[in-house]
C-alpha cells in the first residue's frame, strides 16, 4: 500500500478553520492538507471535533474562520449543495437513507443525480437499464440485498447503503463519518473490509472519522489526532501511535 | 401479488368502459364525476402520498381552472375544450408556480396552512368582485364543445371523461415512477440526505406541487363542464378537504388508492347528502377510517384479500 503523504498533490487545503457553538470552540484553527488518493483517519475522543469539522469541509455546516481550498479553489463560502456538485460527498454516521426505497432504488436515485436525470418526467426509472446495472454492481461490490426497502435491512446494511450512495456519485472527496459506528465490534472488520478495497480500487481519496485505534492503523494511510477542536497530532498510524502525547488522550480507549 | 392486483384493475376499467351500458343516468353522472374527482386525488397524492407535503389548498386549482372556463366564455365567448383545457393547464400551474414560491421554502404544517390561506384568499377575490366574476351568485357555463362536437348526452362526455383520467392517471403513473418519481420520494423520506446528495430540495417540492396544481386544474373544468356552474366555493377549503379525504379514504400509500377514495366519496356524499347533517355522518366514516383502515380503502381491502386467500391456501 505505497506510502502517501506529502509530496502528492494536495486536494483540501485547510487553514485557521473555527466553528463556535457560543463558547464551545468544537474546532479551532485547524490547518490540515489532505492529499490525492489518500485514506486519511480522524481520530479523537467523543467532543473532540471530528464530526464538525467533517460537516464544515462537506458544507453541511457553515464555516466561522478560516479558509477551505479544494482543488485550488476556495469554497469556503460555497453551500453544501455546490461542495456536493464539485464532488465533496459526505455518508452519515446515523445512516441517512430513503427509508421506503429498495436499496436499488436508493442507489439508482443516486446515479440519477450524478447524471443529471433528477428532472426526467419520462421514461419510468426501469428504461434506464445501465443504471439499474450500475446500481447492482455497485450494491454486490457492497454485498447489500437489492430488493429490500431501506427500513428493513440490518443495522451493518444500513450503513453499508449510506456509503454505497456516497459512493455511487463518484466523490473527488469522500468523507465518511463513523462509518463501523453502532456496529458490533465482531461487524466492523466485515464493514470495513467491503469498502475499503473498493476505495483502494477506485483511488477514492477518502477521510474517515473513527474513534477505534486498531481500524485506523489497518486502513488508513495517514492519521490525524484531533482533541478539543485542535490537531494534536499527524503523520503515519505508526507515528502517531508512538507519540505519547496521543497516548495520554486516546488513553480510556 | 401483482399478477391479482392487474386482476382487480381489469374488472375495474371494465366497469368503467361498460358503465354507460347498465348504469342508469344518475349512477353515470356520479362516476362522471368520481373519474373526474380521481384526476384531482392523484394530483394531490403525487404530492401527498409521493412528496410528503400535504396541501390543503388544492381547491384553488379546482377553482382557477373553473373559472377560466366561465371567465373564457362570458368574456372572449371561447366554448371549446381544445383551447380552454390547454389554457387552464397553463394557468393553473402558473398560479401553482407563483404560490409554490412561497409555499414550498416551508413544510409540514406550515405548508398546509399556507396553502390553505391562499385558497381562501382565492375564495375571497373571487365572492368580492362581483362585477368580474358574479360574486357569489357564480357563472353559468354552457357544456363546451370538442373540436367543433357537440356533446348531447351525459354518456357522451362521460367516455370523454373517461379517456381523459385514463391518460391523466397514465401520465401521473409515468411522472411518479421516472427519475424525477423517485427524487420527490427521496425528498419525503429523507429531504437532507437529498441535500447531501446535491440536490436543491425546495426545487423537487416546487415542480411537484406545479405538476399536482397543472392535473387538479384540468379537474375543475371537467366539473364546471358537468356541473354548468361556477362558484367560489370551488377555491374554498371545503373542495381542499374533500380532495385530502378523498385521498385518505382511498390509501395515500398505493398509487390507485385515490381513485377508489374519490369514486367512494362521490357516491357517498350521494347517498349521505338526503340525511339532514350529511356531514356529521362523513365526519364518523373519517374517523372510524383512520381507526380501522389506516391505510384506506385499498389498502384495507388488500390486507383482507391476502389473508383470506392465505386462510384458503392454507
Known amino acids: ?253 | 401479488m401483482p399478477r391479482r392486483f392487474n386482476f382487480f384493475l381489469m374488472i375495474g376499467l371494465l366497469i368503467l368502459a361498460t358503465g354507460p351500458a347498465y348504469f342508469p343516468g344518475f349512477t353515470i353522472y356520479l362516476l362522471t364525476y368520481g373519474m373526474i374527482m380521481s384526476i384531482a386525488a392523484l394530483a394531490l397524492n403525487l404530492l401527498l402520498g409521493y412528496t410528503g407535503l400535504m396541501s390543503f389548498g388544492h381547491g384553488m386549482f379546482i377553482g382557477a381552472g373553473a373559472y377560466t372556463v366561465a371567465l373564457m366564455m362570458k368574456y372572449v365567448g371561447v366554448h371549446s375544450f381544445e383551447i380552454l383545457i390547454p389554457l387552464s393547464i397553463l394557468i393553473s400551474a402558473g398560479l401553482a408556480a407563483l404560490v409554490g414560491c412561497f409555499c414550498t421554502r416551508q413544510i409540514e404544517i406550515y405548508f398546509a396552512m399556507l396553502t390553505l390561506a391562499f385558497g381562501e384568499l382565492l375564495f375571497v377575490l373571487c365572492s368580492k368582485f362581483y362585477g368580474f366574476t358574479g360574486g357569489t351568485d357564480g357563472i353559468r357555463v354552457k357544456m363546451p364543445t370538442l373540436f367543433g362536437y357537440v356533446f348531447r348526452g351525459s354518456v357522451d362526455f362521460y367516455y370523454f371523461v373517461f379517456s381523459l383520467f385514463l391518460l391523466c392517471a397514465l401520465a401521473i403513473w409515468v411522472i411518479c415512477n421516472s427519475p424525477f418519481g423517485k427524487t420527490i420520494q427521496a425528498v419525503r423520506d429523507n429531504a437532507l440526505r437529498v441535500g447531501y446528495l446535491g440536490l436543491l430540495v425546495m426545487k423537487y417540492r416546487l415542480i411537484a406541487f406545479i405538476i399536482s396544481g397543472a392535473f387538479t386544474g384540468l379537474a375543475g373544468v371537467l366539473v364546471v363542464s358537468l356541473t354548468g356552474h361556477a362558484v367560489p366555493e370551488l377555491f374554498q377549503v371545503f373542495t381542499s378537504i374533500s380532495i385530502v379525504f378523498m385521498v385518505i379514504l382511498g390509501g395515500h400509500t398505493s398509487f390507485l388508492g385515490p381513485v377508489v377514495g374519490a369514486i367512494v366519496f362521490v357516491f357517498l356524499q350521494s347517498w349521505l347528502k338526503p340525511l339532514f347533517f350529511w356531514q356529521f355522518f362523513l365526519g364518523v366514516s373519517i374517523i372510524l377510517l383512520v381507526i380501522f383502515l389506516p391505510g384506506g380503502v385499498l389498502g384495507g381491502v388488500s390486507i383482507w384479500v391476502r389473508k383470506a386467500l392465505a386462510k384458503i391456501s392454507s
Open chain 1, 1 to 253: 500500500m505505497g506510502e502517501k503523504g506529502p509530496g502528492q498533490d494536495i486536494i483540501v487545503n485547510v487553514s485557521g478553520l473555527a466553528k463556535h457553538f457560543g463558547e464551545i470552540h468544537a474546532v479551532d484553527k485547524v490547518d490540515m492538507q489532505i492529499f490525492q488518493g489518500e485514506i486519511l483517519a480522524i481520530v479523537g475522543s467523543n467532543g473532540a471535533g471530528k464530526t464538525t469539522l467533517l460537516k464544515m469541509i462537506s458544507g453541511g455546516q457553515s464555516i466561522d474562520r478560516g479558509n477551505l481550498f479544494f482543488e485550488s479553489s476556495d469554497v469556503s463560502r460555497l453551500g453544501l449543495i455546490q461542495r456536493a456538485r464539485l464532488g465533496i460527498i459526505y455518508s452519515f454516521q446515523i445512516p441517512a437513507l430513503f427509508e421506503n426505497l429498495s436499496a436499488l432504488d436508493c442507489l439508482r436515485m443516486a446515479l440519477f443525480t450524478r447524471e443529471h436525470k433528477t428532472v426526467m418526467f419520462f421514461p419510468t426509472i426501469e428504461k434506464f437499464p445501465l443504471v439499474r446495472k450500475e446500481a447492482e454492481e455497485i450494491l454486490d461490490m457492497f454485498k447489500i440485498p437489492k430488493d429490500f426497502p431501506a427500513c428493513l435491512l440490518p443495522h451493518g446494511q444500513r450503513k453499508l447503503l449510506d456509503v454505497a450512495m456516497a459512493f455511487a456519485l463518484k466523490p473527488r472527496l469522500l468523507l465518511l463519518d463513523e462509518p463501523t459506528s453502532g456496529v458490533s465490534t465482531k461487524e466492523k472488520g466485515q464493514v470495513m473490509d467491503t469498502i475499503m478495497p473498493i476505495i483502494r480500487q477506485t483511488n477514492t481519496t477518502t477521510v474517515i472519522v473513527e474513534h477505534d485505534m486498531e481500524i485506523v492503523t489497518r486502513y488508513s494511510d495517514r492519521v490525524i489526532v484531533m482533541d478539543q477542536g485542535r490537531v494534536l497530532a499527524q503523520g503515519t498510524p505508526q507515528e502517531v501511535l508512538s507519540n505519547p502525547k496521543v497516548g495520554e488522550v486516546l488513553l480510556w480507549r
